[in-house]
């Protein structure tokens, strides 16, 4: 089984602050660093780090080169990646003193993919295989729609959020992979509203689709073949939670693609993201698989997932 993943790719510009700058508020940035980035970038590494087959569908600009010898340095096929005239997708991020961020994108090449190419793309998978996207792209609803048309498992995780869901093909979303926010948009749920609420909330709007929720610190739950399975959190010192939700997405299906149980790939998972968030950057905080190992190893939690 593979993974095709039409994803992201992005310059990051991370801004570190004591505080988020607020409206009208000029502030002085501690340092500037500049990473690889991008949602569909970091899953794809995630994935292929942990050891599943992944192509990445997506494009960059004459600006964007390091970016696809990234992904092959990982063990993902970025050979069918569409070159473009125009800049590569960025990001502006500011990361607190407590390793919280905030992001601001710009899409840039992410927004020129074709229908042409999406073609070119899905014939490099086939039925049963795994077609990933998040909303950084153009032509989402197109994806969501032809991936389900050809037999392809849908795996979606809407981030940024889409200003008008209802414009997409929902229905033929086979999995949701998404944060405390994104359910509560995607599920009419109030803010704040309890992880596990929101779970039967998205239940009830998608009665066929497996759900995967992820409460940062409070964990994961989640509802896989009908069955619900929760996971705890693996507490460590948070430095940067940018690509935390990437790098649990990556390494969850990498788990599913080589059919471990429900509860190993939550487990293995939620590990990638913790040793994620005690690291700078996106990309470059996404662990090896024998890093994750080794973190499991300790918390002696290795022998009752496999």
Known sequence: MKI???????????????EFVRPGETVTAKSHTVFAGGKGLNQSIAAARAGAE????????????????????AGAD???????????????????????????????????????????????????????????????????????????RVVFNPSPFPVN???????DVD????????????ANAAPGTAPATLLEHLHLRFPSADLVVTAGERGTIALLGGAEYVQEAFPVKTVD???????FCGYFLAAACAHKSPQAALCEASAAAALAVSR??????IPQADEVRTFLKKRMFLQQIE
Request: net charge negative.
């Open 54 to 73: 992944v192509i990445h569908g997506g494009a960059i600009g004459p600006d964007g080169g390091f970016l696809a010898s990234l992904l092959e340095e």
């Open 4 to 18: 095709l993943n039409f994803g992201s790719l992005n310059i990051d510009n991370v801004y570190t602050v004591e």
């Open 175 to 186: 999995m949701f992979i998404v944060n405390e926010s994104e359910a509560a948009l995607l």
């Open 78 to 152: 970025a050979g069918h990646l569409l070159q473009l005239d125009i800049p590569t997708g960025h990001t502006v991020i500011e990361v607190d003193a407590g390793g919280q961020n905030r992001i601001l994108v710009w899409g840039g090449a992410n927004r020129g993919l074709t229908h042409t190419y999406l073609e070119e793309v899905f014939a490099c998978g086939s039925d049963g295989d795994i077609v990933l996207l998040q909303n950084e792209t153009s032509l989402t609803d197109s994806i969501i729609r032809r991936a389900h048309g050809l037999g392809f």
């Open 241 to 247: 939670t940018t690509g935390a939700g990437d790098t």
């Open 280 to 285: 700078a950057g996106a990309a470059p905080s």
């Open 165 to 171: 869901p209802d414009a997409l093909s929902l229905d």
